[in-house]
């Protein structure tokens, strides 16, 4: 089967994932994409296994003479709770031209490359796209078929030689909790990679230190009639705490290795209004003090308004990976060579977000970024490259045979 063929049997799978909620996975149905994969790993001959939280990890042992760094291949089957993931309809545009795509006439739904510049890169690609209704799934249906597209090759040509390797498929990325349960122990590798990145060529060894902030405004209902020196509307007090954040560090005028406080939610009444930010930048120092500037606002507040108005609850996600990679070194070379073999100019960005490589680096698996083909994730303008989604493949085989020289 091609790298294609899975991809488009795995986007009809609704895999998506939910936030806020105890349940692990947070939606039963990503189990049955998971299950599906571990049969396939099985068909391959392979020990593969998936334990009570979904994670499904498989071996492939190595076919060399010598002891060689054992490495991982991750990709999570999540797919993000911003848009549907039910019922995509992916269509394959072959060679494209460089003009505008009409996704849906109905709806009146197209890919513009002047709105999305990166499709100018795009001529002559045949692309996957979707019907404009739903997201595709590349983020990281894409992943999870490069890495099986690999799996089958491994396994079919005896002659292709490698160390050790190990197969990760996680739940739940996209809503912060994919190595949440995952015991590091099971993997048993020296290091690993992420296959969740846009544009292949990309090796990402940094990312976002992140938190959320969950901030709750407590008012006094009094009737609006006789409310004068009586009332305190909720409402407007989370209104100024927001209005004394920094206003350069929001999320929509922030680029590059720029942080930013986001509003992400905001919900209430008088009596009661509940914010969520998240909280992100690639400079420790940075992020710690933007979570002070949460905790002095609401001092400041609880000061003016009466003791106990603003409560601020922040809670770290996930830290700048390159912290841990600057010591692995070895990790990002291998990649880096690998693109250039395959005649790529890698490409090297700071994650504005996050992976579970980010989590997996701190928990003891070094584990960069990288590129899969895919572009616009969370959306219904998202679509993958199959010309790239090819490349990732050879990128995956010349790094594992790579991994063999250290």
């Given at each position: ?328 070194q070895e990790v990002i070379d291998i990649a880096i060579a690998s693109i250039k073999e395959k005649g790529i100019t890698p490409i090297i960005e700071p994650i504005r977000g996050g ?52």
């Amino acid at each position: 089967m091609s790298v294609l063929n899975r991809f488009l049997n795995y986007v009809k799978y609704d895999t998506q994932s939910k936030s806020d909620v105890e349940d692990y996975p947070s939606t039963s149905k990503q189990l049955v994409l998971l299950n599906d994969l571990l049969e396939e790993l099985k068909s391959f001959g392979l020990e593969a296994n998936i334990d009570n939280y979904g994670y499904v990890i498989a071996r492939i042992k190595g076919n060399i003479n010598k002891k060689a760094k054992t490495v991982a291949l991750i990709a999570h089957v999540d797919t993000s709770p911003d848009a549907s993931g039910k019922d995509v309809k992916a269509k394959i545009i072959e060679k494209y031209d460089g003009k505008e795509i009409l996704l849906n006439e109905e709806k009146g739904i197209s890919l513009n490359p002047n709105i999305f510049p990166n499709l100018k890169s795009k001529i002559g690609d045949s692309l996957v796209v979707t019907d404009g209704t739903t997201l595709l799934g590349a983020d990281d249906k894409l992943g999870v078929a490069e890495i099986m597209d690999f799996v089958e090759y491994t396994v079919n040509n005896p002659d292709y030689k490698h160390g050790d390797i190990v197969i990760v498929f996680t739940p739940d990325e996209e809503v912060g909790n994919g190595t949440q349960f995952l015991d590091i122990k099971s993997i048993d590798a020296d290091f690993g990679y992420t296959l969740d990145g846009s544009q292949v060529g990309e090796i990402a060894y940094e990312n976002f230190n992140a938190a959320t902030a969950k901030i709750t405004v407590y008012g006094k209902l009094v009737h609006p009639g006789s409310a004068k020196n009586k009332m305190l509307n909720a409402i407007d007090v989370a209104y100024e705490f927001n209005q004394m954040l920094p206003k350069f560090m929001r999320a929509e005028i922030t680029e590059n290795y720029e942080g930013f406080n986001h509003l992400l939610h905001i919900n209430g009444s008088v009596e009661k209004c509940e914010m969520t930010y998240i909280i992100r930048n690639h400079d420790k120092q940075i992020f710690e003090k933007q979570k002070i500037d949460f905790n002095e606002n609401s001092t400041y507040l609880n000061k003016k308004y009466g003791k106990n108005t603003v409560k601020v609850d922040i809670e770290d996600s996930y830290f700048n990976m390159k912290d841990i990679l600057d010591d692995h070194q070895e990790v990002i070379d291998i990649a880096i060579a690998s693109i250039k073999e395959k005649g790529i100019t890698p490409i090297i960005e700071p994650i504005r977000g996050g992976t579970d490589g980010a989590r997996l680096t701190f928990m003891g698996l070094p584990c960069p970024n990288l590129g899969t083909g895919g572009y616009n994730f969370h959306g219904p303008y998202e679509y993958a490259s199959i010309t790239e989604m090819n490349l990732a493949v050879e990128i995956i085989k010349t790094i594992v045979s790579k991994v063999t020289e250290i």
